[in-house]
């Protein structure tokens, strides 16, 4: 079975930097696109940022340059540097894989960004 394991969350100042990392362990037949997710309180989950397996990028809106996704096939991981971080950015982040036919989810790591 695959497991998806955020780490690098935590609390951080408005206008500082973190960086996000999610390693995929298990079998998987293939691995297509690779992303990260947020989901505020009260709030329904989105998109942050998603990398293809041809290393294609796209960003939401808010991110506005700040945040950096990026991928080691090699290591199966994907990795979210943010940087600029406002307290709207304050939320749980899951690391999301895109398998063959399905869809593998991480637990979610919390960033809080706060004074």
């Not at 950096?68 to 096939?73: A, G, K, L, P």
């Not at 406002?86 to 063959?100: H, L, S």
């Amino acid at each position: 079975q695959v497991q998806l394991l955020e780490s690098g969350g935590g609390l951080v100042q408005p206008g500082g930097s973190l960086r996000l990392s999610c390693a995929a362990s298990g079998r998987m037949f293939s691995i297509n696109a690779m992303g990260w997710y947020r989901q505020a309180p009260g709030k329904q989950r989105e998109l942050v940022a998603r990398i293809s397996s041809g290393a294609s990028t796209n960003y939401a809106d808010f991110v506005k340059g700040r945040f950096t996704i990026s991928r080691d096939n090699a290591k199966n991981m994907v990795y979210l540097q943010m940087h600029s971080l406002a307290p709207e950015d304050t939320a749980v982040y899951y690391c999301n894989v895109v398998g063959m036919n399905r869809n593998y989810w991480g637990k979610g790591t919390l960033v809080t960004v706060s004074a």
